[in-house]
C-alpha cells in the first residue's frame, strides 16, 4: 500500500526539492560563495590588522595602490617569466613524454606508470625534494654536474637571481610534466589509424603527419592543458615557500607570493585580497584568450 | 593508368601466416573487387598494395614497376578508407587538394583540380565546410574526391560504402560505378558484400582464409563456382548444399537418403563418389513428381516469394518463386530443380566435379 502511494506521487513538490537541496547549497553557500564574496569586500577596505578597529571603505584605492606601485610590477614580471617558462617546458616536455609513451616498445607500461609518480606528490613535498637535491653543500645537482664536469665547485643554487628561478622552473615543471602527459596521451589514443595512413598514401612524412594530423587532433587537450598549467602556475605558492621565500631579494617574489606576505606578513588584508583578485582576473583573460585561440581549430577535431 | 600484377604475395604476422602466395593479374583500367568474409586477408592485401603493410615475400607490380619497397606516396595511387579518414580540422577543399599540397604543387593548379574533382561529385557547395558539417554519403563522396584529384593510376577502395545506410550504400555503389566507367583508372575494391561485389566488378577475386578461391566475371562465379566456398558465398538467399552419393544409370542422379537428384550430365568416372549437390533457390520450381517437402516458413519479398522448406529429417531448402504460389506453413509441396541447373562438388575437396 505504501508503496502505492509513493508510486503515485507525480505531483511536483518543490518544497521537497529546496528541503533536500539545502544541505548541499548551503555547504556550498558558505565554503565557496561567501569567501569569494567576503574577500572582494575586503579588498574594497582598507583593513590591517595592526589597526584592526580601522575598517574604512575606501572603494578601489587598494587596486589603484597595486597598480601603481613598483613592487607589484616588479612581481607582474617575475610571475611572467616563471610562467612562460613553466608552462612552456611542462606543455612541450609532457607532449614529448606523452608522444614516447604512445609509441609501441618493451618498457611501456612500467614507464606509464612511473612516470606518474611526481604527479601525485603534493607542491609542498616537492619543494623539499628539490630543497635537498640544490642543496648548496651536499645537493644532488652539485654532485651530478661537478661529476660531469659542468662546475668547478659546488654552487648554492637558490642563493643567486641568477639561478633561483630557473631552479624554481624546473622543480615546477618536474611536478607537473606528468600531469600534461597523461591528458596529451589520452588524445593521442583517439586518433584514428586511418588519418595516418591516408596522409602516408598523401605523401605526408613524419613531421608533417605531426603537423597536420596529430597536433591539430591535439588542440583541445592542449588547450585544457594550457588553462589548467596557466592557473597553476599564476597561483604558484608552495615551492616558493619552501625554496626561497620569493628571494633572494625580491628575484623569485610572484604575484602569489606578495599577496601571501601582504597578508600575512603585513597583515594588510584589504591589499591582500586586492592582490588575490588581481590574479583571478588575470587568470580570466589568459584563459579567454586561450580559448579564443583555440577553440576554433579544437571544435573541429570534435 | 597502370595494370597491378601480384604474384605469389605472402604475409605473415610474426608466425600467424595471414596470405598464402596470392597471384592476381589486373588488368589496365579494370574494375576487380577483392571480396570475402572476415579475416580473409583482401584488406590486408590491398593495404600491401598501398604500401601500408610490407610483402613478406612474393611482388606486387604496378604499371612495369615492382613496388614491393616503394613508399606508399611514389606508388601513385590513391585510397578510400573505410571510415573516410578526412582530416578534421581542415575544410573539403583543404583536405582534396592536401596530397598535391605535399607534393608541392602550386596553389593555383591544386585549386584548379580540386575543383574539378568537386565538379564531378557535385561538391561545389561544400568547398568551404568541415567534414563534421557533411552527412555520411557528402563524406564519402570527398574521400572520393579526394582520390580523384590526385589523377593516380589505380584507385584503392577499402570497404568504403560499409557505413552507409542501405539506401545510400545503393546509390553510392551506382556513383562509384559510374565514375569508374567515366575515368577508366584501374580499381581494386574490397568488400564483404557480395552484393557489391556482383554489382560492381569487371572480375570479382573471391579470398578466403588467405587463398584465392575464385576469380572470374561476377555472372562466371554465379553460374559456375569453382568449389563449395564460392558457390554458397555467391549469390543471395544462398545456394542449397546437399550431401550425397552419385549414381548411375540413364539420367544419373544423386541419392541424398532422402531424395533423389537426376543430374544429366553427370560424369561416369564420378559414379559412386562422395558428392554435394548445389542447387540455387532460384532453380527449385514446384514439380509433382519432385522431392516431397513441407513448408516451414513463407518469405515475399515483392519481386519473389522465399519458400524454406524441409524435405526430411530437417533438412531445409530455400526456394525462390517469381509466380505468387498461395502456400502456407505446413503445405506439403513437391520441389524439382530446373533441368541443367544443379551443381555438382566433390564431397571431400569441394572442387566443381
Redesign the interface.
Given at each position: 500500500m505504501a508503496r502505492k502511494r509513493w508510486a503515485a506521487q507525480t505531483e511536483p513538490q518543490p518544497f521537497l526539492a529546496f528541503v533536500l537541496n539545502t544541505p548541499a547549497v548551503g555547504l556550498l553557500l558558505l565554503l565557496v560563495v561567501y569567501p569569494i564574496v567576503y574577500s572582494f569586500w575586503l579588498s574594497l577596505h582598507a583593513y590591517n590588522l595592526r589597526k584592526p578597529r580601522q575598517f574604512e571603505f575606501i572603494g578601489l584605492d587598494n587596486y589603484a595602490d597595486i597598480l601603481s606601485s613598483g613592487q607589484f610590477w616588479h612581481a607582474a614580471r617575475v610571475t611572467a617569466v616563471f610562467s612562460v617558462g613553466s608552462i612552456g617546458l611542462t606543455v612541450v616536455l609532457g607532449t614529448l613524454l606523452a608522444l614516447l609513451l604512445n609509441e609501441k616498445w618493451p618498457g611501456r607500461g612500467v614507464l606509464r606508470a612511473v612516470a606518474l609518480i611526481p604527479w601525485a606528490i603534493p607542491p609542498v613535498v616537492n619543494g623539499l625534494v628539490w630543497q635537498w637535491m640544490l642543496e648548496g653543500r651536499h645537493g644532488l645537482l652539485n654532485y651530478i654536474f661537478q661529476s660531469i664536469g659542468l662546475i668547478d665547485s659546488y654552487q648554492a643554487w637558490l642563493s643567486y637571481p641568477e639561478t633561483a628561478l630557473p631552479a624554481l622552473v624546473i622543480a615546477q615543471v618536474w611536478n607537473h610534466v606528468p600531469f600534461v602527459a597523461i591528458v596529451i596521451l589520452a588524445a593521442l589514443q583517439t586518433v584514428?589509424d586511418?588519418?595516418y595512413?591516408?596522409?602516408?598514401?598523401?605523401?605526408?612524412n613524419i613531421f608533417?603527419r605531426f603537423f597536420?594530423?596529430t597536433l591539430?587532433?591535439l588542440?583541445h587537450a592542449l588547450l585544457l592543458v594550457l588553462i589548467t598549467q596557466t592557473m597553476v602556475a599564476l597561483r604558484t605558492f608552495d615551492i616558493i615557500y619552501v625554496l626561497t621565500g620569493g628571494g633572494p631579494g625580491d628575484s623569485t617574489t610572484v604575484l602569489a607570493w606578495l599577496t601571501y606576505i601582504t597578508t600575512f606578513s603585513y597583515t594588510d588584508f584589504g591589499k591582500g585580497n586586492a592582490y588575490a583578485y588581481t590574479i583571478a582576473v588575470l587568470t580570466m583573460i589568459l584563459s579567454v584568450f586561450y580559448i579564443r585561440l583555440l577553440w576554433k581549430?579544437g571544435e573541429?577535431?570534435? | 593508368m597502370a595494370a597491378v600484377t601480384i604474384r605469389k604475395a605472402h604475409k605473415t604476422y610474426g608466425a600467424t601466416p595471414v596470405l598464402h602466395g596470392v597471384s592476381i593479374d589486373i588488368e589496365d583500367g579494370e574494375f576487380v573487387v577483392l571480396v570475402g568474409p572476415s579475416g580473409c586477408g583482401k584488406s590486408t592485401l590491398l593495404r600491401m598494395i598501398a604500401g601500408l603493410e610490407h610483402i613478406t615475400t612474393g611482388e606486387i607490380a604496378i604499371g612495369d614497376k615492382v613496388v614491393n619497397t616503394v613508399p606508399p606516396k611514389e606508388r601513385d595511387i590513391a585510397m578510400v578508407f573505410q571510415n573516410y579518414a578526412l582530416y578534421p580540422h581542415m575544410t573539403v577543399a583543404q583536405n582534396m587538394g592536401f596530397a598535391l599540397r605535399m607534393s608541392g604543387r602550386p596553389k593555383a593548379e591544386i585549386d584548379a583540380r580540386v575543383r574539378r574533382a568537386a565538379s564531378i561529385l557535385a561538391l561545389e557547395p561544400y568547398l568551404a565546410r568541415y567534414p563534421k558539417q557533411l552527412s555520411g554519403g557528402q563524406r564519402q563522396r570527398v574521400a572520393m574526391g579526394r582520390a580523384i584529384v590526385r589523377d593516380p593510376s589505380v584507385f584503392l577502395f577499402d570497404e568504403p560504402l560499409s557505413n552507409l545506410d542501405a539506401k545510400l550504400r545503393v546509390q553510392m555503389r551506382t556513383e562509384i560505378k559510374e565514375l569508374h566507367q567515366r575515368l577508366g583508372t584501374t580499381t581494386i575494391y574490397v568488400t564483404h558484400d557480395q552484393i557489391e561485389a556482383m554489382t560492381m566488378a569487371d572480375r570479382i577475386v573471391v579470398m578466403h582464409d588467405g587463398v584465392i578461391e575464385q576469380i572470374g566475371a561476377p555472372l562466371e562465379l554465379y553460374d559456375t563456382p569453382a568449389n563449395t566456398f564460392v558457390a554458397s558465398f555467391i549469390g543471395s538467399p544462398a545456394m542449397n548444399m546437399l550431401k550425397g552419393t552419385l549414381k548411375g544409370g540413364d539420367i544419373p542422379f544423386v541419392d541424398t537418403g532422402k531424395a533423389q537428384i537426376p543430374v544429366p550430365g553427370a560424369a561416369a568416372a564420378a559414379v559412386g563418389r562422395a558428392v554435394t549437390v548445389g542447387i540455387r533457390p532460384e532453380s527449385l520450381e514446384l514439380a509433382e513428381n519432385g522431392i516431397a517437402a513441407t513448408v516451414v516458413v513463407v518469405e515475399p519479398t515483392g519481386a519473389e516469394i522465399l519458400v524454406v522448406a524441409d524435405i526430411g529429417g530437417g533438412t531445409y531448402v530455400t526456394a525462390a518463386f517469381h509466380q505468387r504460389y498461395a502456400l502456407r506453413p505446413g503445405a506439403p509441396i513437391h520441389l524439382a530443380p530446373a533441368p541443367g541447373q544443379v551443381h555438382l562438388f566433390d564431397d571431400e575437396t569441394g572442387i566443381r566435379l
Amino acid at each position: 500500500m505504501a508503496r502505492k502511494r509513493w508510486a503515485a506521487q507525480t505531483e511536483p513538490q518543490p518544497f521537497l526539492a529546496f528541503v533536500l537541496n539545502t544541505p548541499a547549497v548551503g555547504l556550498l553557500l558558505l565554503l565557496v560563495v561567501y569567501p569569494i564574496v567576503y574577500s572582494f569586500w575586503l579588498s574594497l577596505h582598507a583593513y590591517n590588522l595592526r589597526k584592526p578597529r580601522q575598517f574604512e571603505f575606501i572603494g578601489l584605492d587598494n587596486y589603484a595602490d597595486i597598480l601603481s606601485s613598483g613592487q607589484f610590477w616588479h612581481a607582474a614580471r617575475v610571475t611572467a617569466v616563471f610562467s612562460v617558462g613553466s608552462i612552456g617546458l611542462t606543455v612541450v616536455l609532457g607532449t614529448l613524454l606523452a608522444l614516447l609513451l604512445n609509441e609501441k616498445w618493451p618498457g611501456r607500461g612500467v614507464l606509464r606508470a612511473v612516470a606518474l609518480i611526481p604527479w601525485a606528490i603534493p607542491p609542498v613535498v616537492n619543494g623539499l625534494v628539490w630543497q635537498w637535491m640544490l642543496e648548496g653543500r651536499h645537493g644532488l645537482l652539485n654532485y651530478i654536474f661537478q661529476s660531469i664536469g659542468l662546475i668547478d665547485s659546488y654552487q648554492a643554487w637558490l642563493s643567486y637571481p641568477e639561478t633561483a628561478l630557473p631552479a624554481l622552473v624546473i622543480a615546477q615543471v618536474w611536478n607537473h610534466v606528468p600531469f600534461v602527459a597523461i591528458v596529451i596521451l589520452a588524445a593521442l589514443q583517439t586518433v584514428p589509424d586511418e588519418l595516418y595512413d591516408s596522409a602516408l598514401v598523401d605523401g605526408a612524412n613524419i613531421f608533417r603527419r605531426f603537423f597536420f594530423v596529430t597536433l591539430p587532433w591535439l588542440s583541445h587537450a592542449l588547450l585544457l592543458v594550457l588553462i589548467t598549467q596557466t592557473m597553476v602556475a599564476l597561483r604558484t605558492f608552495d615551492i616558493i615557500y619552501v625554496l626561497t621565500g620569493g628571494g633572494p631579494g625580491d628575484s623569485t617574489t610572484v604575484l602569489a607570493w606578495l599577496t601571501y606576505i601582504t597578508t600575512f606578513s603585513y597583515t594588510d588584508f584589504g591589499k591582500g585580497n586586492a592582490y588575490a583578485y588581481t590574479i583571478a582576473v588575470l587568470t580570466m583573460i589568459l584563459s579567454v584568450f586561450y580559448i579564443r585561440l583555440l577553440w576554433k581549430r579544437g571544435e573541429m577535431a570534435k | 593508368m597502370a595494370a597491378v600484377t601480384i604474384r605469389k604475395a605472402h604475409k605473415t604476422y610474426g608466425a600467424t601466416p595471414v596470405l598464402h602466395g596470392v597471384s592476381i593479374d589486373i588488368e589496365d583500367g579494370e574494375f576487380v573487387v577483392l571480396v570475402g568474409p572476415s579475416g580473409c586477408g583482401k584488406s590486408t592485401l590491398l593495404r600491401m598494395i598501398a604500401g601500408l603493410e610490407h610483402i613478406t615475400t612474393g611482388e606486387i607490380a604496378i604499371g612495369d614497376k615492382v613496388v614491393n619497397t616503394v613508399p606508399p606516396k611514389e606508388r601513385d595511387i590513391a585510397m578510400v578508407f573505410q571510415n573516410y579518414a578526412l582530416y578534421p580540422h581542415m575544410t573539403v577543399a583543404q583536405n582534396m587538394g592536401f596530397a598535391l599540397r605535399m607534393s608541392g604543387r602550386p596553389k593555383a593548379e591544386i585549386d584548379a583540380r580540386v575543383r574539378r574533382a568537386a565538379s564531378i561529385l557535385a561538391l561545389e557547395p561544400y568547398l568551404a565546410r568541415y567534414p563534421k558539417q557533411l552527412s555520411g554519403g557528402q563524406r564519402q563522396r570527398v574521400a572520393m574526391g579526394r582520390a580523384i584529384v590526385r589523377d593516380p593510376s589505380v584507385f584503392l577502395f577499402d570497404e568504403p560504402l560499409s557505413n552507409l545506410d542501405a539506401k545510400l550504400r545503393v546509390q553510392m555503389r551506382t556513383e562509384i560505378k559510374e565514375l569508374h566507367q567515366r575515368l577508366g583508372t584501374t580499381t581494386i575494391y574490397v568488400t564483404h558484400d557480395q552484393i557489391e561485389a556482383m554489382t560492381m566488378a569487371d572480375r570479382i577475386v573471391v579470398m578466403h582464409d588467405g587463398v584465392i578461391e575464385q576469380i572470374g566475371a561476377p555472372l562466371e562465379l554465379y553460374d559456375t563456382p569453382a568449389n563449395t566456398f564460392v558457390a554458397s558465398f555467391i549469390g543471395s538467399p544462398a545456394m542449397n548444399m546437399l550431401k550425397g552419393t552419385l549414381k548411375g544409370g540413364d539420367i544419373p542422379f544423386v541419392d541424398t537418403g532422402k531424395a533423389q537428384i537426376p543430374v544429366p550430365g553427370a560424369a561416369a568416372a564420378a559414379v559412386g563418389r562422395a558428392v554435394t549437390v548445389g542447387i540455387r533457390p532460384e532453380s527449385l520450381e514446384l514439380a509433382e513428381n519432385g522431392i516431397a517437402a513441407t513448408v516451414v516458413v513463407v518469405e515475399p519479398t515483392g519481386a519473389e516469394i522465399l519458400v524454406v522448406a524441409d524435405i526430411g529429417g530437417g533438412t531445409y531448402v530455400t526456394a525462390a518463386f517469381h509466380q505468387r504460389y498461395a502456400l502456407r506453413p505446413g503445405a506439403p509441396i513437391h520441389l524439382a530443380p530446373a533441368p541443367g541447373q544443379v551443381h555438382l562438388f566433390d564431397d571431400e575437396t569441394g572442387i566443381r566435379l
